[in-house]
């Protein structure tokens, strides 16, 4: 949900376009997206040389999509060949280039974004899930002529994704062609290098399990499906498993690479300039090998060569990299075990998420009662807010960034889930309505994710009462019990009944994973509506953020991070309950309180009283007293 401010400007600011409904905006928007990106003339001249391109590989159509060749949700921009080919900005989209025509598909958080970037580019919009927007393959069947090509390059493209586009392109009499070469590298001109950053060792104090003891951890999982070897791809994946981390990708502290775990040993392909000499011994130590980033490829078509048994690849690999292993390795398609066992955080993880709250609580504190101060005085706008919160958390210990693009949304903005301010959308906050602010940080010992709505002056009484509603799913999931067994589908109901009984809803999910000082947003449990078939284990990390969002209005979401903790054992079996890791008050200004049920009422103090008793050792004298205004006990 979070995305690069260098690549969101566009989205507000045509936003602000919608808004006004004035040509002459409109106009602007456009230009300055043009600016950013490129000009129109040179879109379209990028478009005819990757049609040059096409013809002489006999291809009729090329897809380009927003992914890399490991999967992940933010990208290098070494990879972002979607934004170069198309001018578009946005973080999510396919473009689709046949020799005469050329269409880019996006969701509805940039149908008005992609409007003003991609005009006059030749570029058509196409929005995607509609019910009158064809699917890709469809828009080919019908553009195409039987027989012709369809290129993809198989490294950007997962297994998954392309074999779906292969059976559907099939039905309508194409061929899906996968590519093993970038062709964008020779057209390209100035392509992003990858980055060249060293990786650093996160140590056995933080991870609470060596390295060595994850590899064996791997090794008998694959074993279980009668595989010998592992090919991981996913970056989090492999810092996870090596006990490293790095800086390639913006708000997750992850490397650009790939790790092969066999019986006869392990090898990670890497950029060597990446491997200082501490890691390098480190990796020997555990009996990792290291070899040149681009060498997997080579390494895969000497499996048979050199390792004994079944290569295990994960559905969400990229095809380039299934596609060889297929031809010269007997190979299965599961899912990566990593996954699951990095979602299960140890004791020492679990303790490291609890002081990474407890700093994160105090630059929290520190700020709320700062905003108290600054926003009457006059001045302050989204972005400085944004940065007021960035620089008190950066006093705090082993802190390592931030780990998403703070969303500071006033008023009406907060109703855009995905806004992001920008100097041209930025305004001035005022002692009235609700600021919403979604933020995290990443911190050696584990990352962080928080939502407050908070008032800033007097509220009208339907911003009182959506409040309200949603602070009771936000209760309600916190404190839920469960039995073992139990999917994150099976408890989205708690955060949504009430507001549900108003007729209201909200179309994302409730509740994500967290990696441990990784990516923000981790699975594979969550809490949605659409079926998560996931169980969730004590030990799991899940975020609780239940919302309302009336456009042009206001907008408003409370969230906490939650660890899933034993609650008893009976007669019939294990139960389960969560444990509030987050350390902050919640507003109790916009509280209608006649909402409230008894029960929720003592849940709020008793979370409260939590906060504060967590708090205020790290606090001085003022500090502690607005603490302790802000988590007195409410009362009726």
């Not at 602007?28 to 129109?40: E, F, K, Q």
């Not at 080919?85 to 149908?111: E, K, P």
């Not at 919160?389 to 390592?400: K, M, N, P, S, V």
Request: glycine residues 6%; contains cysteine.
């Amino acid at each position: 949900m979070r995305r690069k401010i260098t690549y969101t400007f566009v989205i507000y600011k045509t936003f602000v376009c919608f808004l006004s409904k004035m040509k002459e905006k409109s106009y602007l928007c456009s230009s300055l997206n043009r600016l950013i990106m490129a000009t129109i003339s040179e879109i379209r001249n990028r478009l005819a040389s990757l049609r040059q391109e096409m013809e002489a590989r006999q291809l009729s159509a090329f897809i380009v999509p927003s992914t890399d060749p490991h999967s992940g949700e933010y990208v290098p921009e070494h990879w972002e060949t979607r934004k170069w080919i198309t001018g578009f900005t946005g973080s999510a989209g396919t473009a689709v280039i046949t020799l005469n025509d050329a269409g880019l598909w996006t969701d509805s958080r940039y149908f008005i974004q992609a409007e003003e970037q991609l005009e006059g580019t030749g570029v058509r919009l196409f929005k995607d899930r509609l019910p009158e927007t064809p699917t890709i393959a469809e828009w080919l069947g019908s553009s195409l002529n039987e027989g012709d090509k369809v290129g993809i390059d198989g490294w950007v493209n997962s297994h998954q994704e392309a074999s779906g586009l292969k059976k559907d392109l099939k039905a309508r009499g194409l061929t899906l062609e996968t590519m093993t070469e970038d062709i964008f590298d020779t057209l390209w001109e100035g392509r992003p290098t990858l980055p060249q950053t060293p990786v650093f060792i996160l140590g056995e104090e933080r991870t609470g399990a060596s390295c060595t003891e994850k590899l064996n951890r791997i090794r008998e999982a694959i074993a279980k499906n009668g595989a010998s070897a592992i090919i991981l791809s996913a970056l989090d994946e492999i810092a996870w498993t090596l006990n490293l981390r790095g800086d390639d990708v913006h708000c997750n502290p992850v490397f650009i690479s790939d790790l092969l775990i066999s019986k006869e040993g392990y090898t990670l392909y890497i950029l060597e300039d990446k491997i200082t000499d501490e890691v390098r011994t480190y990796l020997k130590a555990h009996q990792v090998e290291t070899k040149t980033y681009s060498r997997l490829a080579e390494d895969i078509k000497a499996f048979k060569e050199k390792h004994q048994g079944v290569l295990q690849i994960s559905p969400l690999a990229n095809e380039a990299l299934y596609d060889l292993s297929s031809r010269y390795a007997d190979t299965i398609i599961a899912p990566s075990p990593v996954a699951l066992m990095k979602a299960v955080k140890n004791e020492t993880e679990q303790a490291g998420f609890r002081k990474a709250m407890e700093k994160d609580g105090v630059a929290l504190v520190k700020f709320l009662r700062w905003l108290e101060k600054a926003v009457p005085a006059g001045g302050e706008t989204e972005l400085s807010v944004d940065k007021k919160l960035c620089e008190l958390r950066a006093e705090q210990t082993d802190f390592r960034g931030i780990s998403f693009d703070t969303i500071a949304g006033y008023k009406e903005h907060a109703a855009i889930v995905h806004y992001e301010a920008t100097p041209e959308t930025d305004i001035p906050l005022k002692a009235e309505g609700l600021l919403l602010l979604d933020s995290g940080a990443q911190y050696l010992d584990g990352t962080t994710d928080i939502t407050r709505t908070l008032p800033l002056g007097p509220l009208t009484e339907e911003e009182k009462a959506d409040y309200t509603l949603v602070l009771k799913g936000h209760l309600q999931l916190q404190n839920a019990h469960f039995p073992a067994g139990t999917c994150g589908t099976q408890l989205d109901v708690l955060a949504r009944s009430a507001m549900w009984k108003c007729g209201i809803n909200y179309l994302h999910g409730t509740g994500h994973g967290i990696g441990h000082f990784l990516c923000v947003h981790e699975g594979p449990h969550q809490i949605r509506m659409n079926h998560m078939p996931t169980l969730l284990e004590a030990g799991m990390i899940v975020t609780d953020e239940p919302g309302i969002y009336k456009a042009g209005r206001h907008g408003i979401r409370i969230e906490n991070t939650l660890l899933i903790v034993p609650a008893q054992e009976t007669e019939f079996g294990k139960f389960y309950k969560f444990e509030a890791l987050t350390l902050c008050p919640i507003s109790k200004e916009a509280i209608a309180i006649h909402l409230l049920s008894d029960e929720e009422l003592v849940w709020l103090n008793e979370y409260h009283q939590m906060v504060y008793n967590r708090l205020y050792p790290h606090l001085n004298e003022e500090e502690q007293t607005w603490l302790k205004e802000a988590t007195s006990p409410l009362k009726r």
